[in-house]
T-cell receptor
Framework: GENVEQHPSTLSVQEGDSAVIKCTYS??????FPWYKQELGKRPQLIID?????GEKKDQRIAVTLNKTAKHFSLHITETQPEDSAVYFC??????????FGAGTTVTVRA | GAVVSQHPSRVICKSGTSVKIECRSL??????MFWYRQFPKKSLMLMAT?????????EQGVEKDKFLINHASLTLSTLTVTSAHPEDSSFYIC??????????????FGNGTRLTVT
């Protein structure tokens, strides 16, 4: 099955700086890569996703890049704000429609 | 956007009792629902895939007789934790995918259920 690894596990950044989270996946057949943000005690919320026919996608301060050859994908948050503090999960979906999640990154934005 | 409702949000039960958790898709038909378990500060672990009108598919290591799943309609899936024990205490969260088979429709999550077994 799919194995998704996520780094780093924790990330502390100064407000206004950028945050980058990196994930790798094992199944070359995976074709959909969503990112979720989860605040304490709440449901994961989809923040951005990318499909395998696209190399990069941007939505305001959030961008995701995908390197299919290397089986890497990354989340970039620019101009971080305190409300960006949360746990972020990457995920990859293979042809069986199941999502495999990374272990999560706890992001703390320091004011 | 698509809404998934999960109930109850919190439940405390005594060891040996059973607990039912409901997951409803409110504004779309969900042919497939997924049940996850999340331990504190850990990732979401897929327990089973619930398919409307057929038996659920359980992940390796998940006891199907312990975690009963029923997906009787296109908008409702239930997870019953039978004969709960303290080690079953966890955050259970469902998610649903729309009925566009073959598409990469996003997963929408319920609010989760915090189960505490005393």
């Amino acid at each position: 099955g799919e194995n998704v690894e996520q780094h780093p596990s924790t990330l502390s950044v100064q407000e206004g700086d950028s945050a980058v989270i990196k994930c790798t996946y094992s199944d070359s057949a995976s074709n959909y890569f969503p990112w979720y943000k989860q605040e304490l005690g709440k449901r994961p919320q989809l923040i951005i996703d990318i499909r395998s026919n696209v190399g990069e996608k941007k939505d305001q301060r959030i961008a995701v890049t995908l390197n299919k050859t290397a089986k890497h994908f990354s989340l970039h948050i620019t101009e971080t704000q305190p409300e960006d503090s949360a746990v972020y999960f990457c995920a990859a979906k293979a042809t069986d429609y199941k999502l495999s999640f990374g272990a999560g990154t706890t992001v703390t934005v320091r004011a | 956007g698509a809404v998934v409702s999960q109930h109850p949000s919190r439940v405390i039960c005594k060891s040996g009792t059973s607990v039912k958790i409901e997951c409803r898709s409110l504004d779309f038909q969900a042919t497939t629902m997924f049940w996850y378990r999340q331990f504190p500060k850990k990732s979401l672990m897929l327990m089973a895939t619930s398919n409307e009108g057929s038996k659920a598919t359980y992940e390796q290591g998940v006891e199907k007789d312990k975690f009963l799943i029923n997906h009787a309609s296109l908008t409702l899936s239930t997870l019953t934790v039978t004969s709960a024990h303290p080690e079953d205490s966890s955050f259970y969260i469902c998610s649903a995918r729309g009925s566009s088979v073959g598409s990469n429709s996003p997963l929408h999550f319920g609010n989760g259920t915090r189960l505490t077994v005393t």
